[in-house]
């Protein structure tokens, strides 16, 4: 028996005797529907309808804002939602979508900058569904695992004339 025979008899591919059928040059082109999709990010708006609903504007006092904003995102066709927060005591304050390719993110809804460059981000926050609150990632670079993000609170500073603060009256 030839050493090719008793590897097949052992389960072993027979590489000498196997059929090129399969090979490249047999094989026409493909000529049917384009298969390929452009590969997608995965979504995070059911994460981040969760941190709205159960942590940020959790309650019935926060009803009508928190509707808003949850139809807000069902329509825009955008797979990556973060929360902008006041500060470090996560206060939320705006909906931002983040363009993958540029990583700046525009304002869907809500108060703060219209669009906000990564160089102007302060601290970064990841959601724990389980533990129903946002904890501080150790790093300064956007990416898809982000789910809230702080500012510098010098942006904060109303750039549009006010009302001029009325002077107390001495008694």
Not at 65 to 70: A, F, G, L, P, S
Not at 124 to 152: G, L
Request: proline share 8%; hydrophobic share 30%; with cysteine.
């Amino acid at each position: 028996m030839s050493p090719g025979r008793m590897a097949n008899q052992n389960g072993e591919k027979d590489w000498e005797n196997a059929s090129t059928a399969s090979s490249p040059a047999s094989i026409p082109e493909y000529t049917g529907p384009k298969l390929y999709k452009e590969p997608s990010f995965k979504s995070n708006k059911f994460i981040i309808h969760n941190a709205i609903s159960r942590c940020c504007l959790a309650g019935k006092v926060n009803q009508p804002q928190k509707n808003k904003i949850v139809e807000e995102m069902e329509k825009c066709q955008a797979n990556h939602f973060l929360i902008l927060f006041r500060d470090s005591s996560c206060q939320f304050r705006a909906i931002y979508t983040m363009n993958p390719e540029t990583e700046e993110m525009v304002r869907l809804t809500g108060i703060g900058p219209r669009v906000i460059s990564p160089a102007m981000v302060e601290s970064i926050y990841k959601y724990s569904s389980d533990r129903k609150q946002f904890t501080t990632i150790p790093s300064k670079t956007m990416s898809m695992s982000v789910d809230a993000f702080t500012i510098p609170g010098h942006l904060w500073q109303s750039k549009r004339p006010g009302t001029p603060k009325k002077l107390g009256t001495p008694k």
